[in-house]
Structure formats: C-alpha cells, structure tokens
C-alpha cells in the first residue's frame, strides 16, 4: 500500500504530506489502505482529498515523533508536543506547526524531522529519566552574545544543554536550558562559588524585566531557565 500512498500524494493536492511521507515511513507508521480509501470515498473533490491527507500524516507524524521516547514517557510527551493544522481550501497552502516547548516548526523535511525526533530523544535522557519535568522554567529571548559569556564562566557548561544541534530547519531560536536548580545545588555544597553564582546573575538580570526580588515566582527561583536565541 505505501507505493499507492507515495502515488496519492504525489499527485500535487497534498504537499504537507508529500513532505512527511519518508519521516513517517521511517518513523513510524504510514495510514492503512481502509483510512485512504475512506478519504476517496467521502471527499468531494481532490482539494478535500489533500486536506484529508495531511490531516492523516500529520497524525501519523505525531506517533512517528513519539517513537523516539519509551513507553513509560509516551504519554507525558504527547501531552507536550501540540500539532495545530489550519486547512485551506486550495489544500496545496494547507500549513501547521508543530511545538515542542520552546521550538515550533512550521517547515518540514525529512531532515528536519529527524533533528525534531532526536530532540525528544534526548529529551527523555536528560529530563524525563531524572524526573525534572515537573520544576518550574522561566524562558527569554536573547542574543548568542550571552551563551558566549556564559561559557566563559568556568564550570558553567555542565550545567547548560543545548536541545538541538545544529538546527537544519528554518526555525528562527536555537534553545538552550540552564538547569539553575542545580547550580543552586552546587553553590550550596560549595561546589559552585559565590563568586561565579553573582557573575551567572549579572549576565540573566538584564533579559528579566522589571521583578521583584523576593518574589516567589522569580526567575531566579526556577529549577531551568530556558534561553532562546536568534538564530
């Protein structure tokens, strides 16, 4: 059936999913003969047929992406990665987006998808499998200037992720995490100076507005600060 999906496609009414086909093949799972020929037969004509399509793989690529974590998280992820489609009437302008927390992508290659996929992957590694989920985040915009003076802060690289690399996408961030929580935990068993602590804050304050120190919902407080740069 999929050398008859890869036809279907093909034929121009559906590029969205044109675009996913190779992900989800690949990934995941392509729809079954009875789904399309469900879509034939209830579609007035070929423009609803591509809107049903890519209604179909983007559904289709959603499990493709949750394939890359295990059982045990699939459900939390898929709580957090939201598909939105806005389907025209000429199905060939058919757009989407796909978010991640802090990353979206609005274009889609196989390449590109892979780069999400193994974003995920690495998601479940380093955050899920350490149950840190739940903390608290506070996110900001900033120039690549930042994450160079961050890095000049010796030690501060261990505790700073980058959730993609190299990005092949058209996305306008690259994402980077801080995981302050345990910075403050490695200030406190003395493992941090005091010193490098007052340097790391000096950087972030200027990108935080206007807040209260003593607030409890002080981005100095989160458990992650989540930086996006422009790309």
Not at 14 to 30: E, P, T
Not at 159 to 177: G, H, M, N
Not at 183 to 203: D, G, M, P, T, Y
């Amino acid at each position: 059936m999929s050398k008859a999906i890869a036809n279907i496609v093909n034929t121009g009414y559906s590029l969205l999913a044109y675009d996913l086909y190779d992900f989800v093949k690949n990934r995941g799972q392509l729809p079954d003969e009875d789904t399309v020929l469900q879509i034939f037969k209830e579609s007035t004509d070929f423009n609803e047929v591509g809107n049903q399509l890519n209604h179909v793989f983007l559904e289709c690529t959603r499990e493709a992406l949750l394939n890359a974590v295990s059982q045990e998280y699939r459900e939390k992820v898929r709580a957090m990665l939201l598909i939105r489609e806005d389907l025209q009437d000429n199905s060939t302008e058919d757009q989407f987006e796909i978010r991640f927390l802090d990353r979206t992508l609005d274009y889609v290659d196989t390449a590109v998808l892979d780069d999400f996929y193994f974003s995920l992957k690495k998601y479940e590694r380093d955050y899920l499998a350490n149950n840190l989920t739940s903390k608290v985040t506070f996110s900001f915009e900033a120039p690549n200037q930042l994450i160079d003076s961050l890095l000049e802060i010796e030690g501060i690289n261990t505790f700073l992720y980058q959730t993609a690399v190299e990005p092949s996408d058209k996305r306008e961030y690259e994402t980077y995490i801080l995981h302050q929580g345990l910075i403050r935990q490695s200030w406190k068993s003395q493992e941090v100076s005091f010193e490098k602590l007052s340097q790391l804050h000096s950087l972030i304050r200027p990108y935080m507005g206007n807040l209260r120190d003593d607030s409890v919902t002080h981005p100095f407080n989160a458990e992650f600060i989540v930086i996006n740069i422009k790309a």
